[in-house]
């Protein structure tokens, strides 16, 4: 099990979360400290939520373009 189920909301397409966005999120905020403690803020809470709904939402357009054209869809992986 190398990922956390988020549910499915839309078009009852699966969302899951894969365990290494937890390892790049880690890796960006270590990276990130050299700018200081309020860069690191804005990153974790700020940027990084941004820039998932931004990926999760343009992955939606993917699935539910295969699904309008017929194909399946098993789920969506955000790595």
Known sequence: RS???LGS???NIPIKLHLTFFLLLAFQ???SLRYGYKFVL???FLYGPILLITILVH???HALTTKKLGGEVGG???W
């Open 3 to 5: 990922s956390i189920n």
């Open 9 to 11: 909301c839309i078009a």
């Open 29 to 31: 905020l270590f990276s």
């Open 42 to 44: 804005f990153i974790f």
């Open 59 to 61: 992955e939606f357009g």
């Open 76 to 78: 969506i992986i955000l």
